[in-house]
């Protein structure tokens, strides 16, 4: 951001010509950062959210020239002030982006919406994934919501968004044999992902082939419905203790991973690792 900071200021000393061009300006590059962004964002937050960041400070200098200047100004003679304004920014992007899930959460959003907004926002995840992939199908027949990879190693996870189902129980409770069991909606995404697991393991060296991607032993995560109350939540401990390779979680418990990526980049705590 500096670079271009003072890249701009160089910009404006040129002498105003009518005539059209090309000017080279020659930057000298930031100490300390010699290593090469990799082509594959990866989802630490901070490094996610840079270019929201400067957008966002480009976009409220682009008509007030005079507030161009007063950043350029005070940027040169505080070095730390862009690295400040860009960690204002971030955070201040990220709450509006759980305010946004939430409220997505609250009116029964459609599928769509989720996933939209979680592919502008994948940080919302959490910090045991390291990358989002760009490409959803890696199958012939089938086309997942979301692809990751997982931080600790590297394996291939799929995401399936559904909806919170306006806030109905995931569990019914048969009385006679005083058990909680899985509702439609649960058991109709469970068959799915455990389809395209089949569908995945099936063509692991095709996947390989094409996308030099490992698919060994590829997991799966869920996100539908809400928590409800606690013999709901118990359920789906018992569920998620049960099920291979395949772990459901709510939509309040994706909530609550996004809220402590926010606390951790805020410096109020860890990041989440899972939706507990």
């Known amino acids: 951001m500096?670079?271009?900071?003072?890249?701009?200021?160089?910009?404006?000393?040129?002498?105003?010509?009518?005539?059209?061009?090309?000017?080279?300006?020659?930057?000298?590059?930031?100490?300390?950062?010699?290593?090469?962004?990799?082509?594959?964002?990866?989802?630490?937050?901070?490094?996610?959210?840079?270019?929201?960041?400067?957008l966002a400070l480009l976009r409220q200098t682009t008509d007030r020239p005079n507030v161009l200047r007063a950043v350029l100004e005070h940027s040169a003679a505080h070095r730390d002030f862009l690295t400040r304004a860009a960690s204002a920014l971030n955070l201040a992007v990220y709450e509006a982006a759980v305010a946004d899930l939430e409220r997505l959460v609250a009116t029964d959003a459609a599928e769509s919406a989720f996933q939209s907004l979680l592919a502008a926002n994948p940080w919302m995840f959490g910090s045991e994934y390291a990358r989002l992939l760009p490409n959803r199908t890696i199958t012939v027949r089938q086309q997942q919501d979301f692809l990751l990879t997982r931080t600790a190693d590297d394996r291939l996870e799929l995401v399936e968004i559904k909806t919170a189902l306006g806030g109905d129980p995931l569990f019914a409770y048969d009385k006679a044999h005083d058990v909680f069991y899985q509702k439609a909606d649960l058991t109709r995404v469970i068959a799915q992902v455990q389809n395209y697991i089949a569908d995945v393991d099936g063509t692991r060296d095709l996947v390989l082939r094409k996308f030099t991607i490992d698919a060994y032993k590829v997991t799966a995560r869920i996100v539908?419905?809400?928590?409800?109350?606690?013999?709901?939540?118990?359920?789906?401990?018992r569920t998620n203790a049960h099920l291979h390779r395949i772990e459901i979680i709510t939509f309040d418990g994706l909530v609550r991973i996004a809220r402590r990526v926010l606390a951790h980049l805020g410096g109020r705590g860890d990041a989440p690792t899972s939706a507990s």
């Open 2 to 54: 500096q670079a271009l900071v003072d890249f701009v200021a160089a910009a404006r000393s040129l002498p105003d010509d009518p005539r059209r061009g090309t000017f080279t300006v020659n930057i000298s590059p930031v100490q300390g950062d010699q290593e090469q962004p990799s082509a594959e964002p990866g989802l630490d937050p901070t490094d996610y959210m840079q270019g929201e960041a400067l």
């Open 224 to 237: 539908i419905g809400r928590d409800g109350d606690e013999k709901q939540m118990e359920a789906l401990k």
